[in-house]
């Protein structure tokens, strides 16, 4: 077995499972629109074919970030890594990670030779044992970008899907799963009608006080592009009307709770003079809570902006810069944010150091955060997980083994019992894309 790590405090028999996975990023066109059977369940089996800050405060050193359990001791892998699909295209992939009790939720877009793409699912238990592979929709429409949450009793799934004849641009499409991951409910559209020139992409999910909160991008191709966000409904249509945020950015938005107080949105905004990222407190409607606060300080971002939240409401924003521009010097960076204030809290955190990397994704771990990204090392790429203490400093950094360069954005989460699941995607030498999962036991 090979050790791993040993971290700051003592918790036993706790299991950390990595998995590399394949989600879908990319947008193209859409064809030619069909039925696409969304309300399909199918078992597949294993193996498908396939800064300048505004607010800031000092950190109080006295402050630990909660007590939510993690893992602790030599952790080491103990078993072969499992394949869960290998996919023949190679195109840029995003897996989504949603952590519930007693496991962890992926979930990706897959296009099987001769398919269209369509949203695939599998739920692996903290146990270390993996339940088959489902389709949540299985047809020949475009399904793409999806995004997942743990409501406290399973999982709202949530993707953008043109299968709707009558409708042709693409719309946000939510479905509900029990706690282990198989589908409770049929899947349907999450806002009401929109006119034919409005598409909507990139959804994002977080929990807000009385439920699920989605983040999306409505597209006018007439008009604008702005980020919209709405309350839902258990069944995942919107409870509240989608309220206007901000014009859409050209990248990713990151959407994470704020316990009682609401919900917050992270992004960067990427213009030729200065690349930013920005954090913006929201209540669960959409209103906000004060003004956009910016969390980098350089100018320098790289477009991947994530964010979570600690058991004390306290928030870890993680973004790449590219210092300097040029891909030359890529970084991963922290800020702390104060959930209940919105007030950045301590400096710019570097946490790759004197070392490079891109593509950061972050969870609440051990009282403090798991921040897993590619490092770039002169003679290979690795994927890369730094555990920090709630301010962000670096304790340990465990290197989960070689990967490529390009493919997609990491993705982490942790359950609600601690146990940490890693995402990424992996290109194979034949040119596609292949998922593998391989558990790790923490614990002495």
Known sequence: MVSFLRARRLWLGVSLIVLLGCGDDSAP???PVFDSGVDAATDTGDTPDVGADSGEEDAD??????????????????????????????????????????????????QNSMSFPNIYSRFIAATGESADSLAITNGVA?????????????????WRDNFTPESGPYRIVTRSLDGSGVPSSAAGRMTAAEPATVQQDTPALAMGPSGPVAGYVRDDTMLERNVMLARLDSDGTTASEPSNLIPAPFSRIALTSRGDEGVAIAYAVLEEAERRVYYQALDENGG?????????????????????????????????????????????????????????????????GSDKGRDPAIAPFAGGWAIAYRALGEASTQIAVSFTD???????????????????????????????????PEQMADGGIEILAQRIRCGE
């Open 390 to 424: 709630i301010h962000g400093d670096v304790e340990e950094t465990v290197m989960l083994g070689e990967t490529t360069e390009e493919g997609g954005p990491v993705s982490i989460a942790s359950t609600t019992e601690g146990d940490l699941v890693v995402a990424w």
């Open 288 to 352: 906000t809570d004060g003004t956009p606060v910016r969390v980098e300080g350089g100018g320098d971002a790289n477009g991947v902006v994530n964010l979570a939240t600690s058991p004390d409401n306290l928030i870890g924003v993680v973004f790449d810069v590219d210092v300097g521009g040029g891909g030359t010097r890529r970084e991963i960076h922290f800020r702390q944010v104060e959930g209940d204030t919105g007030a950045v809290r301590g400096g710019e955190q570097i946490i790759t």
């Open 142 to 158: 475009q399904a793409r970008d999806p995004e997942a949450v743990y409501t406290g009793d399973g999982f709202l799934v949530a």
């Open 29 to 31: 066109p859409p064809p």
């Open 61 to 110: 050193p006295a402050d630990t970030g909660g007590e939510d359990s993690g893992s602790s001791g030599e952790c080491s892998a103990e078993t072969e890594a499992i394949s869960l699909v290998r996919d023949s295209r190679r195109d840029t992939r995003r897996v989504a990670l949603a952590g519930g009790s007693g496991g962890v939720l992926a979930v990706w877009m897959q």
